[in-house]
DNA sequence: GTAATAGTGTCTATAAGACAGTATTTG
DNA sequence: CAAATACTGTCTTATAGACACTATTAC
């Protein structure tokens, strides 16, 4: 090590404000089921650096005032209008990694620490104070591989692009560039939100408090973008010591195309899922 | 949110350096076997805060100048005398988490970007620039709940407290605290190294190029801290594609107290494994 | 020789998946 | 009534673990 360089350690160890400053933000990546297929929280810049473009909802942690998962809650419910009150409790939040290129952020050194959020369905985003707009934005068509007919997700209404990135109706938008890394954060988030469904009971994060099988079963279906066999899925998730408990009652009309009423469960109390739900067909993409 | 904070909000979008400034550090928990047990590479501090209290090795990231993956490549180098050159290309290293409760450091806000390595055994560590010693500690020693004849390891005269914290030759000494949260960040590694080897073949990153069946499996059991069945365990590993290819050689002695010479081999291509080999008795626990 | 180990064979319990079948509900 | 769905039964195959057995090496 260079001399100057372990002087430089010397004072640092003293007075860490003897270093050039890295700024720390938050980002979230905050998924919901929306018209049956997954949805990201996103949000367009209302200001450079990359200003328009969409990003993931983030912020600069306040020094001294806040840990990195509050600010993360805090940015969460920004852009969501929830608050502690009316459900930001039942979202799970989950520290997914931190990303800090030093080139990642023009400005200067920026560290992300990102973080992964599973929503019940909620209501429509509102932009915060620093954002042009905030929306839930189909995961299917932002993602480089998008395979249009896996797991047959219905055709949403809801779901299509705000304004920007035009595309008369019925077209399919083009995908766009999020901001800084977040198409990479984006990505790692959703394989660790497809693992972490496998061994922990987090799927139903994304449903209300009592949900069918079913229900749970089109949760594993958006977020792996597979198709799962609904008998073998439903004794499955019964055999799963702690995954779901029944709460007596069943569901006030059958399907929308037929079928007899559901029963009705609620999470139980498992953390991890003994054995696990393994995604199907996953052999060889994995060596 | 309050005028002020608004404010504050709008003024950073534009310029981060309005904030208060957050220091950003990289930690690293090191694991390597000696002697047959899992050990951590701990420093002593020279300088305050904490002076002369067992830390993880780490340090400030440079701003504008390195990555937290270069930052905690550049700290493990320092504390273990390894380069690029020759052997640190052979060591895993991958990020665990980050930690930013706002009082984790008395001087200053500070989030530490915590990794994780595992090593094949290295030579003794020296200290680095700003540590008064550094040393591979049994992580034995170092859990709370530690049972001192799980997985029988064979009694260390390398892995003692080095110094500090006395006990005489035969007494065990006490587990010290570490400085800072870096207690939770151990146990935070421990969790991830224990459930990674499940399903990745990160346990051959412990060992050398050429090792046999029983070597891997004297790793399982020395993160686990649990026995394995011998001749199950062999079949397993065999039978997962991916995790070992044979080398065609043979050791050139048998064990130390007899049988015949193990097989060789290297570590294959897979990068998780299918299926995985699941810890033994995690059922009640987890719940 | 004795003891320990490397590696293999076999049996049992469990789990996953394919497939079928019954009862219930919608339209 | 027709079609879709909720849920259960059964069969086949893959896997995990217990146990046993042989061959080989150290001392």
Redesign the pocket.
């Known amino acids: 090590m260079a001399p100057q360089q372990e002087e430089d350690r010397f004072l640092a160890a003293y007075d860490p404000r003897a270093f050039d400053p890295i700024a720390v933000t938050v980002d979230v990546v905050a998924l919901t089921l929306r018209e049956g297929a997954l949805h990201v929280l996103l949000v367009r810049r209302g200001a450079p650096p990359f200003e328009g473009a969409w990003a993931l909802p983030g912020g600069f942690v306040r020094a001294g005032r806040e840990s990195l998962g509050e600010a993360a809650a805090r940015e969460l419910a920004e852009e969501t209008g929830l608050d502690a009150a009316d459900g930001l409790g039942r979202v799970h939040l989950e520290q997914l990694g931190s990303y800090g290129r030093p080139e990642r952020d023009p400005r200067m050194h920026v560290v992300s620490v990102a973080h992964l959020a599973f929503a019940p369905d909620l209501p429509d985003a509102k932009a915060g104070s620093d954002a042009a707009a905030a929306a839930w934005i189909s995961v299917a068509e932002l993602e480089p591989g998008w395979q249009p007919d896996a797991a047959d997700p219905r055709p949403n209404e809801q779901g299509r692009w705000p304004g920007a990135h035009g595309g008369g109706p019925g077209h399919r938008p083009v995908a766009p560039e999020l901001a800084f890394d977040h198409a990479g954060i984006l990505a790692d988030g959703l394989d660790r939100a497809r693992s972490k469904i496998e061994y922990t009971p987090l799927a139903t994060a994304f449903l209300g408090e009592e949900f069918?099988?079913?229900e749970l079963r089109a949760v594993y279906e958006a977020v792996w973008g597979a198709t799962l066999?609904?008998?073998?899925f439903?004794?499955?998730v019964?055999?799963v010591p702690g995954f779901v408990e029944s709460t007596g009652g069943?569901a006030t009309?059958?399907?929308?195309?037929?079928?007899?009423?559901?029963?009705l469960y609620r999470a139980g109390d498992a953390r991890l899922l003994h054995?696990?739900?393994?995604r199907?067909d996953r052999e060889e993409t994995v060596r």
């Open positions: 069918t099988i079913s066999h609904a008998g073998n439903h004794r499955k019964l055999s069943t009309h059958g399907s929308v195309r037929g079928g007899p009423r559901a029963r054995p696990a739900l393994l199907p």
